[in-house]
């Protein structure tokens, strides 16, 4: 196969230029411009001038893994989610499951545990050879001794069983003690002692109750600041406090994205630590990415799959050196099929795409270096902002976090109610199948297409009597776009054509609910608007053109819903 090169030569700037303004057949390129929910400008051309780096062919430093042998050999670390809330032969055999299925570790959720239940969840798992990764929020300090137990028992000590601890003193429902908890580990006198990680600050859960991305990254460093801080205070020095620290960050369903952010967070924990005298090569940032839970929904499940997909790829090519991805159905409780699925696409993506063989493999591309400096800039000052304030302790005392996630939560949720964010399956092209219950674990999560899953659910309950009426002359174009707009609510209508062949047809139909197509309620017959007068009730007449505005579908079909709810 000849090259690529010789095939195709190479193209100036200009030529791209031509290309795409006869694409556009006219229109200007900056027509494709839009701005993100960060007020971020994102173009459709870039010129990105070449650095130094990029001339001589060397990767920088702050686009480097963790350990970047181990990730061309062996790909990213798939680290996989295990619910430890069971019974404990059930969680082992869920964590067997995912380990004989090719994960290479256990992100393992964990309330208080003893050590007897430990010992059988873990049963026939080599320690050490597969990462532990534990979620036990205030509960630490109980698991952590149950694991101490365990290790003693298996004649192994803290450091040798690949554990990591995964303290976040910030995180959501945290508590500040866990700060000073996490440094007393740091500070033990006999290495042997001290796990594999202490910290991981975990924006990828900031993200999910409502964080933008540059909220979520700014919050990142200043977590990380404050880790520093403080435990040099406690007699700690920076090099014993990075190694571990690491970082975990959500990955959307858009995977250029994805790219960006794992490259802007890199590029901050370097000036970190560059700024606190250590050299970022030596101390480069551990990062453990998830894909977005408030991308999920419980409406067409199996979509799930392709924002997982999307957002993995991300990841992978963003350079993460753990990934952890969840069923398609986690929201409703993860299948064992769900289960695998998330495991084997990032197997897949190791050993058939080989997206491990790259170290950088995004690096040089223009959008990408612009979208990421461009990340890396506001989460800098996002972050400045935050410890011009009093740093993350103050700022999570006061609430801070919790409320720049809330704001940014509502703002998104008034968009996606207003037709700006489209999501496929539930307003795109989406089906009448119910909607199934969402697990407690996960009510916290900010989930924009929350508010369709409960108007399908009222509407389920009470489904509204719902008529439309068109002249014989109008254009069915309308009538297949209201159909649209209320199969996202799960709804259906009866239509007719007036003139009616039945004159009591109105009667007998008895709506709720009436739209109207090309027409205006005054140019019905007298006889018919006395019908509906009589049947209406609660309900109301509705144009059809008005529902039809993007802005206007998701707000009448909440009002729908309304009216369906009995009166207390």
Not at 75 to 83: A, K, L, T
Not at 290 to 299: A, V
Not at 390 to 412: D, N, P, Y
Request: proline letters at 5%.
């Amino acid at each position: 196969m000849s090259s690529p090169v010789l095939s195709f030569p190479a193209a100036d700037r200009q030529q791209w230029q031509d290309i795409v303004a006869k694409a556009l057949k006219g229109a200007s390129a900056e027509s494709l411009n839009r701005t993100d929910e960060d007020g971020l400008d994102i173009a459709a051309l870039y010129q990105v001038e070449p650095t130094a780096d990029t001339k001589s062919g060397q990767v920088p430093v702050h686009r480097l893994t963790a350990n970047p042998a181990q990730r061309l050999a062996y790909g990213w670390r798939v680290c996989q989610p295990v619910d430890g809330g069971g019974k404990a032969d059930e969680v082992n055999d869920k964590i067997l499951n995912e380990l004989t299925g090719g994960a290479t570790g256990v992100y393992l959720s964990l309330g208080p545990v003893s050590a007897p239940d430990l010992e059988q969840m873990l049963h026939d798992v080599v320690l050490g050879a597969a990462d532990i990764i534990i979620d036990a929020g205030l509960h630490i300090g109980s698991v952590m001794a149950a694991f101490e137990t365990l290790s003693f028992g298996h004649d192994k000590s803290l450091s040798d069983i690949g554990l990591d601890l995964a303290i976040d003193p910030f995180a959501p429902q945290s508590d500040a003690s866990l700060l000073e908890d996490g440094l007393r580990v740091l500070c033990r006198t006999d290495e042997r002692q001290i796990p594999h990680g202490v910290f991981r600050l975990n924006g990828w859960q900031w993200h999910n109750q409502g964080m933008s991305q540059v909220q979520e990254i700014g919050y990142l460093l200043a977590a990380a600041t404050q880790i520093f801080r403080s435990g040099m205070a406690a007699g700690l020095s920076a090099a014993q406090i990075a190694p571990k620290t690491s970082m975990c960050l959500a990955l959307p369903a858009d995977l250029f994205d994805g790219i960006a952010k794992c490259r802007a967070i890199r590029r901050g924990w370097s000036g970190l630590v560059t700024a606190l005298g250590l050299d970022a090569n030596s101390y480069r940032l551990k990062l453990q990415t998830l894909p977005s839970l408030r991308m999920f929904s419980l409406i067409d499940a199996d979509m799930n799959i392709l924002r997982t997909t999307t957002a993995l790829l991300g990841g992978a090519i963003g350079g993460a050196d753990i990934m952890t991805a969840f069923a398609h159905d986690e929201l409703s409780g993860a299948s064992p099929m769900g289960r695998r699925l998330a495991r084997m696409q990032q197997i897949m993506m190791i050993e058939e795409s080989g997206l491990g063989r790259s170290l950088d493999a995004a690096g040089g591309a223009a959008f990408i270096e612009a979208r990421s400096d461009a990340l890396a800039v506001s989460a800098w000052a996002a972050f400045q902002d935050i410890e011009a304030s009093g740093g993350a302790a103050v700022a999570q005392s006061a609430q801070r976090f919790a409320a720049m996630a809330e704001a940014a939560a509502t703002k998104r949720e008034k968009e996606f109610a207003a037709g700006a964010l489209p999501m496929l399956g539930v307003t795109l092209q989406s089906d009448g199948q119910p909607v199934v219950d969402l697990m407690p674990r996960w009510q916290a999560v900010s989930r924009p297409v929350s508010v369709i899953e409960a108007i399908r659910r009222q509407t389920a309950l009470n489904p509204p009597r719902i008529l439309i009426l068109q002249p014989d002359s109008a254009d069915n174009s309308k009538l297949h776009a209201v159909r649209r707009v209320l199969q996202i609510g799960g709804m259906s209508a009866v239509h007719f054509t007036l003139p009616l062949d039945q004159p009591d047809a109105m009667t007998t139909a008895r709506p709720a609910i009436v739209v109207l197509i090309d027409m205006e309620i005054d140019s019905l017959a007298p006889a018919l608007q006395a019908q509906l007068k009589q049947s209406l009730l609660a309900g109301g007449i509705f144009a059809a053109d008005d529902i039809l505005k993007s802005e206007a579908q998701i707000a009448w079909l909440i009002k729908l819903a309304d009216m369906t709810k009995e009166p207390n």
